[in-house]
Structures are given as C-alpha cells and as structure tokens.
C-alpha cells in the first residue's frame, strides 16, 4: 500500500470590498486529512447557513465514519470507487440533502445553496471534490493548474462554442451556477484523484479570489511567499486589491513529504 502524503494547510476568508456579510466558510480538518472551501449564496444570511451546513455535515460525516467504519450510510456504495472517495462523496451528498431539505421546510431559507470544494489526502493519492465553480488548482514546479471545472452556466458555452476572450469578459450571466448543493433533492459530485509530489501546493477557494484574481496572478503571489499564512492572506489582498467585490476565501495545502 502507497504510504499518505503529509500535508500542511491553513485558511483565511474575507468579506471583501462590497458584501455586507460573508456567507464563505472553509475549514480545515487535520484529524481526517480534509480540507473544504464553501461559497454560499440565497442572500439574507442565508447563503452563510449552507455553507455552514455543508462544513459542519462533512465533519460529522467523517467523525462518524472514523469511530465506526461500520457505520451505516445514507447513500450505497458505488462498488466502481474506493472507500474513501465513496466516503467523500457521500458526506458532501448528505450537506446536499441536508441544505435541500432545510430550505424547503423554512421559508426563510428559501432558495439557499452553497458550492463546495475539497480535497481528501489519501494512501492513494489526493482525491479531488466539487459542486460548484469554487476551484481547486495545483502549483507545481512554480506552475498553476486548474484540477476542477466550474459547474456554471458560462463554462458550458465555452465548452459549447468558442468564445473569445472578450467574449468571455463580457458574458453577462457570469455569476450563474448550474450546479450547487441545496438545489435539487440529489447532485452529482465530481471527483478526481491527483497524484502528489513533495511541494505541490494545493489552492483551494471560491470564486471571489478566482474571479478578481487571474490564474497568472494567483501563481505568481503562491511562488512569492514561503510562507503558507502568509501567501494565504496575500492571495485575500491580491482579490480586494483588484476590487474585491465578492467574500474571498482560500485554503492551501501543501504537500511536505510523500512516503
């Protein structure tokens, strides 16, 4: 068996330059190897709450799974994947559920979601989740790369049809989700398991530091600071500094030794 990568995270969030509250939360839990980032939106605080749900649901997912393997679970195994991307899989499917479910009943919460990223250190590898456009990249070799795809309705017409880059900037519905947890009774959760090498950085965050910031402008302020804390919050400052007009939320997890 592969022996489990080692990993060092840390995390910050922000309201930004133009939000009145922050409805992000990310955590990020040592015990089990997991880290989250969640980007809630439904407004009046609401988007806070499934975000908060969705963290809160995967941690008792995985406390619980930890003290009894045996336990039982909401959804049955897919026998085509492992345990632990079952595990993972089926925690975030649970927040759905959960989200779902309390907007219904609440009207209040009506219309709550929230996307969701993450990643799970395993012996295998680091295995790679998410409902949503929060993003996961890797920096490796001082490079980045983009391990998700947005689940939003922008990235489907560039798969459609070849946008331009102006195009692009321009497109008006930029902020529309296609997918996300709360919105329907059940969701599809992609995974990916990506092999680790000592120094890789993973990027967790959501699409306020993804969106104000480019790709070329998060590697470069990663490559710049040694120092996880520190290249966190100038990744925060790096998106409010370019506006910030959304909350900012970013964890990165970097790999200290394979094997």
Request: charged letters at 30%; one cysteine or more; proline letters at 3%.
């Amino acid at each position: 068996m592969a022996s489990r990568a080692r990993v060092l995270a840390v995390g910050h969030t922000d309201v930004g330059m133009k939000r009145a509250h922050n409805e992000d939360n990310f955590d990020v839990i040592d015990e089990y190897n997991l880290y989250v980032v969640a980007d809630g939106m439904g407004g009046h605080a609401s988007g806070e709450v499934a975000s908060q749900m969705a963290i809160d649901t995967l941690r008792e997912f995985f406390r619980a799974t930890h003290a009894d393997p045996e336990a039982t679970w909401p959804y049955k195994m897919d026998k085509s994947r492992g345990y632990e991307e079952n595990r993972l899989m089926t925690s975030i499917k649970l927040a759905n559920l959960r989200i779902y479910e309390a907007a219904q009943r609440d009207p209040k919460l009506r219309g709550m979601g929230t996307t969701i990223c993450g990643i799970l250190v395993v012996d295998e590898g680091v295995l790679i989740a998410h409902v949503g456009d929060s993003r996961v990249y890797r920096v490796r070799d001082n490079k980045l790369e983009q391990l998700t795809e947005d689940h939003s309705l922008l990235n489907d017409y560039i798969k459609m049809k070849r946008l331009s880059e102006e195009e692009i900037a321009n497109f008006p519905h930029k902020n529309v989700i296609v997918r996300a947890l709360g919105m329907k009774e059940h969701v599809k959760v992609d995974t990916m398991l990506d092999k680790p090498q000592p120094g890789d950085i993973y990027v967790l965050c959501s699409d306020g530091l993804c969106g104000p910031a480019s790709d070329k402008e998060i590697e470069e302020t990663v490559n710049a600071h040694s120092d996880l804390k520190t290249a966190t919050k100038a990744l925060i400052d790096k998106a409010n500094s370019n506006g910030g007009p959304d909350n900012i939320t970013a964890v990165l997890a970097k790999v200290v030794g394979v094997g």
